[in-house]
């Protein structure tokens, strides 16, 4: 590929998300990471994007992303997949927080019918899917509303949730690694997310595949907080997907993969494959081996140990 190929390429991808880590961006334009570091120096300099911590972002800064209308059309059929799987973990009369997004706007409409909950969340998309269950209690945070993903943001709605204790937070965001656990591309959104998973005793992370193995700017969740990923079945082809998910489990994250891409042929929701990783990670963290559920020996071990005290 040209460079001027490239860099057209590069430019499309930040335009596309707000924000593209270099590891990214080096992946989908296939070559190394120091000729992608050179290309969006390039960049640049002609005022087209901004460097930023190992990655690129439109001119002017952090805030800027792809809005509700493109998100709302990616990946339809995994996002509802999940949606569907992740509502299992949700019990009558528990008290939850819902972060924004595309995929937790599809697990609202699905606890719609849960009764006796009470749902607090900063989005209002969230807020909408439930306005009209009977039996769900939904709690607005404060905050300043940010209009391409309708949720709301800022001080007012971190100081809302001080000193709020529920048992789940679900959240979603723009990529996820092993490494370093949930991101997203704008700084205010993983500030209001951060203070959601300290309001939670267990953190429950919605992505489907297409964000695995992305790293975007801001950190919301690091890996050692995330109890549970729900995502969908990678494609056979997609390596770096599976990849990811092996190293999430080898963490110790509780992995529940949905039927294959969404729902299959016939519009019947596909068996969801739940991965044998142990309850919630407060105290001992098991780590998986071979698949995704597999705890390894030494920490079969370890088990063993424990319960014989």
């Known amino acids: 590929m040209f460079a001027a190929e490239r860099r057209q390429l590069i430019l499309e991808m930040v335009r596309a998300n707000g924000a593209v880590s270099l590891r990214e961006l080096a992946r989908v334009v296939q070559t190394s990471e120091v000729t992608v570091r050179r290309d969006v120096r390039a960049l640049e300099a002609e005022g087209l ?30 996002k509802t997949a999940i949606a569907d799987l992740a509502a299992g973990l949700v019990e009558e009369g528990e008290a939850i927080v819902v972060g924004a997004g595309t995929t937790t706007q599809e697990l609202a409409r699905r606890l719609a019918r849960v009764p006796g909950l009470t749902v607090v969340t900063n989005s209002l998309l969230v807020a909408q899917a439930l306005a009209h269950a009977n039996r769900v209690e939904v709690v607005m945070t404060g905050g300043t509303l940010r209009g391409s993903n309708y949720a709301l943001v800022g001080s007012g709605a971190e100081q809302s949730l001080q000193g709020l204790r529920v048992s789940k937070a679900f959240l979603s965001g723009s990529g996820l690694t092993a490494e370093r656990g949930l991101s997203t591309s704008n700084m205010l959104s993983a500030s209001v997310d951060r203070a959601l998973v300290q309001a939670a005793a267990e953190v429950v992370v919605l992505a489907d595949h297409t964000k695995l193995g992305t790293d975007t700017m801001f950190q919301t969740v690091p890996t050692d907080l995330i109890t549970r990923l729900v995502t969908d079945e990678p494609p056979v082809h997609d390596d770096r997907a599976a990849t990811e998910l092996q190293a999430l489990a080898d963490q110790g994250v509780q992995i529940a993969v949905a039927g294959a891409n969404g729902a299959p042929a016939g519009g019947e929701q596909a068996p ?9 990670r407060r105290g001992v963290a098991l780590r998986s081996g071979a698949g995704y559920g597999e705890p390894a020996a030494a920490e079969r071990g370890r088990v063993a140990d424990l319960r014989r005290r």
Do not use: I, M, N
Not at 272 to 280: D, E, H, K, T, V
């Open 272 to 280: 969801a494959r739940r991965a044998s990783l142990p309850g919630p």
């Open 49 to 78: 994007l901004d460097r930023r911590h190992g990655g690129a972002v439109l001119p002017g800064g952090f805030t800027r992303e792809s809005g509700f209308p493109q998100k709302s059309h990616l990946a339809t059929a995994e």
